[in-house]
């Protein structure tokens, strides 16, 4: 079991319509949640965190998170073209002293116009 | 306030060949983590550096090493290029704590041919 596991995608949806990104992770532990958006043949720039039970609203985004199912989630709400990225969800926890961030391998958004 | 910077952007090696990497880590951040993303792929964390000390490491052999400097930039040096060590290597730096978010350089593409 793969410790944060996404689908690859493509996740293709139309213009204008509520893009959802789903995520889960395998160490009851992990304690940040956060989520990046990386372009083709760019780096990673971080889109939400999320630390607490619950939804977190920041503009067109909105992050989820349930500890007890180990899933998050994030929501695009009025997808542009812009938006079509990969979107990493990435899960830090304690380890041995450290701060262990581990990503999953990125859901491929392609908002089609 | 400047960010992460890495370097070069782009380098081209043969196999059995020696690397490093540069990354400059954005000011006031006193952690930096390194990670190399195969095509396809989520980043893979291969150490971190807080305090010029490596306090945590992922599953990679010992030929990749690294420093960090009293002003907090890195190297990452890996010997003896293997042909899958091609991939995007990127540079992280942040304030090391749980709920600190990563924030990432341009990468360097690394081809080992």
């Known amino acids: 079991q793969k410790e944060v596991e996404q689908n690859s995608g493509p996740l293709s949806v139309p213009e204008g319509a509520i893009a959802s990104l789903n995520c889960t992770y395998s160490d009851r532990g992990s304690q940040s949640f956060f989520w990046y958006r990386q372009y083709s043949g760019k780096s990673p720039e971080l889109i939400m965190f999320?630390?607490?039970?619950g939804d977190k609203e920041d503009g067109r985004f909105t992050a989820q998170l349930n500890k007890a199912s180990q899933y998050v989630s994030l929501l695009i709400r009025d997808s542009q073209p812009s938006d079509s990225a990969t979107y990493l969800c990435a899960v830090t926890s304690n380890s041995g002293g450290y701060q262990k961030v581990t990503f999953g391998i990125g859901t491929k958004l392609q908002v089609i116009p | 306030e400047t960010g992460v910077t890495q370097s070069p952007t782009h380098l081209i090696k043969t196999r059995g060949q020696q690397v490093t990497l540069r990354c400059s880590s954005q000011s006031g951040h006193n952690t930096v983590s390194w990670y190399q993303q195969a095509l396809g792929q989520g980043p893979q964390f291969i150490f971190q550096y807080y305090r010029e000390e490596e306090n945590g490491r992922g599953n990679f052999p010992p030929r990749f090493s690294g420093l960090q400097f009293p002003n907090y930039s890195s190297e990452l040096n890996v010997n003896a290029l293997e042909l899958d060590d091609s991939a995007l290597y990127l540079c992280?730096?942040?304030?090391?704590?749980?709920?600190?978010?990563?924030?990432f350089g341009n990468g360097t593409r690394l081809t080992v041919t």
């Open positions: 999320i630390y607490s039970n």
């Open positions: 992280a730096s942040s304030f090391g704590g749980l709920d600190s978010p990563l924030h």
